[in-house]
């Protein structure tokens, strides 16, 4: 399914190829990973987890990610894990993040080759180490003058303020500043600690969690809910329970069903339990309701494939008959117009609007 287009995107591509040491072009594979769970709400996307794409001849298809600062995006402030894997043996992890103001970018111009304090092993003689490579603090920062609050500060590079957020660009964090941690750690108990010595502690807000409030809305339950927009189901939908529709009014429709390539509901029910049929191609065409207590009719024409049953009768084995029962309750007044057909004692009787009776098939 493709990623909805409200959503931004980054189309990330190789840019030069993937060499090895001696310039052999990399095979193997490239994984990019992003949260386990992100959502985007206003266009219901639900994304995470990881792509994988082979290098081939040292490069690899390019790939459109959602952008990690997309409008809406939740968890904000992520970044992409991106692992290379080659055939030959090794491989690198490095972190990146897509922001959708550059709808495009190449891998080589974005990949921080050395984050951190690289990743190589220098050799070299005991006898050349110096005081600077190891970090030593300088001759006059002695332990005596760690006990000396504004000395430590200054020798240990931290300005003039109590505390300095890990990550944080240079310069000083003033007291009482609530700064947050700006590196991609896991945060710990505690956003950060103030110059005064306060705590203050997480909330779900401050990692972009998914509360149970915010799920509640934006997602059925399994114990149920309501949907108020129109619900597609691309398979079968099984009903254990049965299934109860309330239209507003009588006259609305209830129920619908098409085959595919229709034009026109083939089945309908209405809200008074009216139930229409048509050929799909054109207007329904007949109906059946009820029009009086006890009373059921249709508008059009009623055929019978192999018998009618009136009452309890028996058929008797016929196909193509009508089997009526004697009458439980003999007419007696004149019907207004035509007649009536009954049968009594065995006999087939007709009472026409005279009163007349007339015995169609004497007993």
């Not at 951190?116 to 030593?136: C, F, R």
């Not at 409030?213 to 254990?240: E, F, K, P, Q």
Request: charged share 15%; aromatic share 4%.
């Amino acid at each position: 399914m493709p990623i909805p287009a409200g959503v931004e995107t980054v189309t990330l591509s190789p840019g030069q190829p993937l060499v090895l040491p001696d310039g052999t072009l990399a095979r193997g594979r490239l994984t990019i990973t992003a949260p386990d769970l992100v959502t985007v709400a206003e266009d219901d996307l639900i994304t995470g987890g990881a792509v994988q794409m082979p290098i081939t001849d040292g490069v690899f298809a390019d790939v459109a990610l959602v952008a990690t600062d997309a409008t809406g995006i939740s968890p904000t402030g992520w970044t992409y894990t991106v692992t290379a894997e080659f055939t030959a043996g090794g491989g690198w992890t490095r972190y990146i993040a897509l922001p959708k103001n550059a709808p495009a970018v190449k891998l080589s111009d974005i990949l921080i080759t050395d984050p951190v304090e690289g990743q190589h092993a220098a050799l070299v003689a005991l006898s050349d180490i110096t005081a600077g490579d190891i970090g030593a603090l300088a001759a006059a920062a002695n332990l005596a003058d760690l006990t000396n609050a504004s000395t430590a500060r200054t020798n240990l590079g931290l300005g003039t303020a109590a505390t300095r957020a890990v990550g944080a660009a240079a310069g000083t964090v003033a007291a009482g500043d609530d700064s947050r941690l700006s590196d991609a750690r896991t945060p710990t108990a505690h956003k950060s600690t103030h110059a005064t010595g306060g705590t203050d502690a997480l909330t779900p807000a401050d990692i972009g969690a998914l509360t149970q409030a915010l799920a509640d809305g934006r997602y059925l339950l399994l114990t149920g809910g309501s949907v108020s927009g129109a619900l597609t189901i691309a398979g079968l939908l099984s009903l254990n329970g049965g299934a109860t529709a309330t239209v507003a009014n009588a006259a609305a429709v209830a129920h619908a069903v098409l085959a595919s390539g229709d034009t026109f509901d083939r089945f309908r029910v209405y809200g008074d339990g009216k139930l229409e049929l048509g050929p799909g191609n054109a207007a329904r065409d007949t109906n059946l309701y009820r029009s009086a207590a006890d009373v059921l009719k249709t508008d059009d024409t009623f055929h019978i494939t192999v018998n009618l049953r009136i009452n309890t009768t028996s058929m008797g084995g016929g196909v193509g008959v009508i089997g009526m029962a004697n009458a439980t309750t003999v007419p007696t007044t004149n019907p207004v117009g035509g007649g009536v057909l009954y049968p009594e004692g065995g006999a087939l009787k007709w009472r026409g609007s005279s009163g007349t009776v007339t015995v169609i098939a004497p007993a």
